[in-house]
């Protein structure tokens, strides 16, 4: 028998099983910890077993534990799906396993990369000769690129970090916002640039850095390194800063501005939407995702440096039994990593399947998608528009109605914090869509973010279907509860 045909059929088959079903599985799962424990808690066994048997009992094994984020119907957090050539791309990567750290060890891989590499700077506006690495997510992207801001920065003060490392160099000021990502602060902390060195400046309305709060910062140590974290789309409401007004004022002081834009920097790809982009190939650096808004799988990050020569020098080594390639591009140059998956083939089918407008059009899709769901769940009996899409994302709260108590007249009151929550989970319950609550200004809500280039305007239907029955639901079980009290 043949294991590995046989065993690749099974997984293909299952793969095929679970992308053809997505339309008619719950997008929650269904099997809570215990159950999965019991699926997959297996003992290590002593004697191996037939390939076939691992892959079938696998697929069989995760039933109810595999969430449904590939559907056209998930806007929590901000995940996004997988393209039919990305996937294909990515087992293709696994089946060829390459080590993609260097031209020698692959040369196919290192000038896909070479190729995506210049492809996703064009899409996204970036300057021509910005360097990248392709990274695992946007958090290793914001790791790359503050080291090349770490390097650039100390060593215009004779500070070579790479060799001294940080105890007894200057200390380099963060600059950033109250409504900055986590992962940046996982970034500055693996760089041991210390999150005590974060300084937190205003914002407006609508969490944008304020251009004034930033020059009067600087000007007060002007000398000092520092770096500004801005963000091209922001987690609640995508909001982008003012990259004109900030890159001005950072130059002045020689600061090095980078962005955050996970998902936001896809909005340079629309002639729509590119507006909100405005200036923004003036900064420094930029980190973005391959695996949300251009639905790559997983294990997909993009950074960019517009400054080349700190970037490789923040990466690079060079040891005596590695082949290291003179006229061509090797990863580990750029990127953090040394052995590496080959993720560039799955980026490279994406941005062929769809092409420039293709992107585009994925992106204006999502908006709109984004825009309809919060209108049309907002329109419904006791919801609030905390925050209609600017992007693709955007905020809606619900009002518990029933609750007579005197405080749930205030639309700040705690009791509808408490019903938001409890209609996102019983919405989710449903399996017909699946969303996630979010804290903003204050208010409970619960967040719309859509970057599938599945969803559709009947998903967009389904939705608000499912949202509508809920409330009616509840509010049923609201009046039920007053009648027996009454
Ligand atoms: C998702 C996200 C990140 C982190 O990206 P990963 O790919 O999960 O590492 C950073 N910033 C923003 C705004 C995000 O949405």
């Not at 690129?145 to 770490?150: D, M, W």
């Not at 520092?226 to 995508?238: F, K, R, S, W």
């Not at 020569?309 to 082949?323: D, G, I, Q, V």
């Not at 052995?339 to 092409?355: D, K, P, Q």
Request: proline share 4%; hydrophobic share 40%; glycine share 8%.
């Amino acid at each position: 028998m043949n294991h590995l045909l046989t065993t690749l059929e099974i997984a293909l088959r299952s793969s095929i099983d679970h992308l053809e079903n997505l339309d008619k599985q719950p997008v929650a799962p269904t099997a809570d910890y215990t159950q999965l424990r019991r699926q997959l808690g297996k003992p290590l066994a002593d004697q191996g077993m037939a390939p076939e048997q691992v892959v079938s009992d696998l697929a069989r094994d995760v039933e109810g534990g595999i969430m449904g984020s590939g559907s056209g119907r998930f806007f929590c957090w901000v995940i996004g799906g997988a393209l039919p050539s990305a996937v294909a791309a990515d087992w293709l990567a696994a089946a060829w396993d390459q080590n993609a750290g260097m031209y020698a060890t692959s040369p196919a891989a290192a000038i896909v990369e070479e190729v995506a590499g210049v492809w996703l700077k064009d899409i996204l506006g970036l300057p021509e000769q910005a360097s990248f690495a392709l990274v695992t997510g946007c958090q290793m992207a914001h790791v790359t690129c503050l080291a090349a801001a770490r390097h650039h920065l100390l060593e215009q003060r004779g500070w070579n970090v790479e060799e001294r490392g940080l105890s007894g160099s200057p200390t380099i000021r963060i600059l950033a916002s109250d409504q900055r990502h986590g992962s940046v602060d996982r970034a500055v902390r693996l760089l041991g640039l210390g999150t005590a060195n974060m300084e937190y400046l205003a914002t407006d309305s609508q969490g944008r850095l304020s251009p004034e709060a930033l020059a009067k910062a600087l000007e007060e140590r002007p000398s000092d390194p520092a770096i500004v974290l801005v963000q091209a789309g922001e987690i609640n409401i995508g909001s982008f800063d003012d990259f004109p007004a900030i890159t001005e004022i950072a130059q002045k002081h020689g600061a090095w501005v980078h962005v955050d834009g996970a998902f936001g920097l896809w909005a340079a790809a629309s002639p729509r939407y590119q507006h909100l982009m405005k200036g923004a190939a003036l900064c420094d650096s930029w980190a973005t995702d391959g695996h949300k808004w251009l639905n790559v799988p997983f294990d997909s990050g993009y950074a960019f440096v517009a400054h080349t020569e700190s970037h490789r020098l923040a990466m690079t080594y060079r040891a005596p039994y590695l082949t290291h390639a003179s006229e061509t591009r090797d990863q580990m140059e750029w990127n953090p990593e040394w052995s590496r998956r080959a993720r560039g083939f799955a980026t490279y089918a994406a941005l062929r399947e769809l092409g420039r407008e293709g992107v585009a059009a994925l992106v204006d899709r999502c908006c709109q998608h984004a825009t309809a769901i919060v209108a049309g769940i907002g329109k419904l009996p006791g919801a609030e528009v905390l925050w209609s899409p600017t992007i693709n994302q955007g905020l809606v709260r619900f009002l518990d109605l029933q609750n007579e108590a005197p405080e749930s007249k205030d639309t700040n009151s705690k009791s509808h914090d408490h019903f938001t929550d409890e209609v996102i989970a019983a919405i989710n319950k449903t399996g017909e869509a699946f969303f996630g609550g979010t804290t903003w200004r204050g208010k409970r809500a619960m967040r719309v973010s859509v970057c599938n280039w599945r969803t559709t305007e009947e998903d967009v239907e389904r939705t608000i279907r499912a949202a509508e029955q809920v409330l009616a639901t509840m509010g049923n079980r609201s009046e039920a509860q007053h009648a027996a009290k009454t």
